[in-house]
């Protein structure tokens, strides 16, 4: 199933209010037009420093820590 831009966004925004609240969903935003954010390049650099160990391990502390609870927003 595809989703439109619209939803896609919808969605994102609303994942961005719960975890970060309004304010900081909305600062989080503001930061990556302000900054003119490249994700893609963002990735790049912050993998390519890193052992594919490493980010096994900090992806293995992650979900320890963060638990999945069955909480995905379904649109």
Known sequence: MEFSTAEIMSQGMRCLMEQ???VRAE???STLIR???DYTR?????FDGKAPE???REAE?????N???GNAIRV
């Open 27 to 29: 600062q989080f935003v």
């Open 54 to 56: 490493e980010i096994s």
């Open 67 to 69: 638990p999945y609870q």
């Open 42 to 46: 963002w990735q790049r650099e912050y």
């Open 35 to 37: 900054e003119r954010f």
């Open 61 to 65: 502390e992650y979900e320890k820590a």
């Open 20 to 22: 970060l609240g309004v």
